[in-house]
């Protein structure tokens, strides 16, 4: 390597190929430098940078956005391929470079190869690709997914600085292909940074004079994160044109404008304002008209991109020319003028894609009220009882207890005598003399070794005396060695070793202690989930705090009623996925089955069908060596398009019977097999699905094909539902009232006395028949019990 006698990288592996930068040809401007993290194992074998798996992404990308790889300048942070691919300031790479040899050797390579690059003309433009690059050559350390799209100063010691633009490395679009077109926009991005006519600080007069009847709001409530939803907005920015916004105050004589401003808008533009910053302003009186159109940026961007995340920043780096400013937040006032400018200009460019994708009555007649009945639920809560939690943890605890004796001894649970820092009796003096105001006592600290990645590793994987000596169990997504659940169920199946069940059993009931029974919960009388309009990109909604469309059975027993003499009622379903599926793909004996009985059940049919016994014999048994149990795995995943190898793979089954039960189901639904193979081509040649509700998704990731079966029946069950909902809320007989949605299932509360007349009225709506689905209607069961976790 020339120049690199001193390198540690060097020293360490003499052997290792020099990749020096790739030059455009001498017909070229040289005025675009594109920096890289490492060469990869084709680039050390050619001696030029990204040509490999990572080279042919960048074409893909550049080719999207036209522009010539041959008018490009392409270097790396460091010049030869480190070990394993891992970059020498990597933790990992401690296995083969001390520390303080990998700084040593990055800073060798800016100081003598890259820095001189840099040095050697005025690029007009820099292309930072992943996160090495941007910490090396753009000094930012906020990470690559917060600071990519965000135009940057590249500072050269007595030069002047350089223009650039970090993205998202090939190697990463790789692994996660649903940020492709995320990257493209980067590399085809303006570095022209928009300027800022903001008023973070008006007047009453300047606030006086602000009569848009269309414009963009922000609230920011500095206590927010302290004392909870109830904190009151203090600020609220307002702009209704692009780089132009003020920040106005939430005091005196400003309140009675702000109450001008907003019940005389025609049109408002927010970002997660609906179930936000709309409900807070309502709590300060200042309101809108009914008439108004909202305008949530969140959800409209939703609608376009389901596939992306939706914060601010992210929406904000794929519209607008601005650095990222989120971790910025010394003037607020300032801080809260960027929001909202940032909010209008997103606004601009998404609703014309909206209306133009044919999205827009989905979004007002859906979306809308959809958050709105989010925000409802999120406010209403659910009542537990603080009996039952401790209940459910006294059984949870002894069930722990009792699988912890499976395990060897140095995977249990035990104490550990530690030094903790206590008060200072008064007094106390330290070694110099001086009063001191805290002492190390002994104390003793509880250590859970089968909680640990790296102890359930070695006791699975290790050939120690003790440990089971497995091959290692791959994640198929990061290529790392795991102990998740399915290695678990795969190493269970294959020995039958009792303690690997018992680890199994401890996981689900450590999250089910930590996420849904905790012990902090016998001090709060409800629970106050969130629902997420833009949770997923199949449209269905997601929850949080507490996930509870995540809750295992065991722990919805703590869920009850607000009121003594009242009911919990679920209404859900039944198959909706499985029929929507039948109903797509024209399958007329499938939904036969169906229509004949609004109770049946395609796994114990399925069971039926590979055992050759009547439907009626079969038992329900999930495990997946039961027959229902094998069905039911085979029956999914043929749903959403998995061969035979990876159901197999997936659930540890053998692949020969694995191959001939799914072609037993296939020939069994032989015009959904059809339907399948038709919407993949349709998806790859196309590139997008639409429901028969107007939703959309776009397909662009190598798991396109079963990404498109799930999306159409998923998508379509979730509008269905929604349209249930906004349908539902406004006529609930008084006071019943819907507490969650979960899945395919809608849970509600009311009297004893009520519980009949719910039922009709809930029956009516959600069992109409659908004419975007050529008048078809969907059976629901019902449960109701004194709990969520009692109803049948």
Known sequence: MPGCKSCPMQRLFPGNTFVAPSYPDGSKDLVRLVIAEAPGADEAAVGKPLIGGSGRILDKLLQRVGIARDGLTIANCIQCQPPQNIFPTDHAARKYISKEEALEAVSHCRRNHLGPLLDSRDWRRVDLLGDKPLRLVGGKNNGILNARGSSLLIERPGKSPLRGLATLHPAYLMRDQVYLPVAANDLAKSLDIAPEFYTPFPTIDEVRKFVSTTFAFDIECPKYRIVGDDAPAELVGLSDRANHAMCVPIRGDYIAELKRIFSGAKSIIGHNCLQFDLPKLRKLGIKVDEKCLVYDTMLLQHLVFPDFPHDLEFVGSQFVNKPAWKDDKSVLETYCCRDTDVTFQCWQQLLPMVRKEGLLSLYTDVQVPLARIC??????????????????????????????????????????????????????????GKPIKYIRVPATDQVVPWRSTAAKARYLYSSEEGCLGFEPILDPKSGNVTTGKVALDKLYSRSKIRAIKALRILNQLDETLSTFAKAEMVKVSRMYPHFNVHGTASGRLSSSDPNLQNIPESARVIYVPSHEGWKIVDVDYSQIENRLT????????????????????????????????????????????????????????????????????????DSRETLRLQNLWKDAIRPTSEWQAKVGQEAHDKGVLVTPFGRKRWFWTASYYTEALSFLPQSTAADIIFRSMIQIVPILPPPARLLLQVHDSLVFECPAEMVENLIKVVKTVMEQPWKELGGMSIPIGVKVGDSWGETN
């Not at 209403?380 to 207890?401: H, M, P, S, W, Y």
């Not at 249990?412 to 005598?417: G, L, S």
């Not at 089955?593 to 014999?617: C, G, M, T």
């Open 582 to 653: 039948a109903y797509f793909a024209g399958d007329v004996e499938r939904l036969e089955r169906f229509r004949r009985d609004p109770a049946f059940s395609e796994h114990k049919y399925a069971a039926s069908l590979f055992l050759n016994i009547p439907y009626e014999d079969v038992v329900k048994d999930n495990d997946k060596d039961a027959p229902y149990g094998k069905a039911k795995r085979i029956v999914h995943g043929t749903n959403y398009g998995m061969g035979h190898r990876k159901i197999a793979n997936l659930y540890d089954m």
């Open 375 to 432: 925000y409802l639920l999120h406010k209403t809560g659910f009542k537990v009882d603080a009996n039952r939690i401790g209940l459910v943890r006294e059984k949870l605890l002894a069930q722990l207890e009792t699988e912890e004796k499976e395990l060897p001894e140095f995977l249990r649970t035990h104490d550990v005598a530690v030094y903790k820092r206590a008060p200072a009796p008064p007094g106390t003096l330290g070694k110099s």
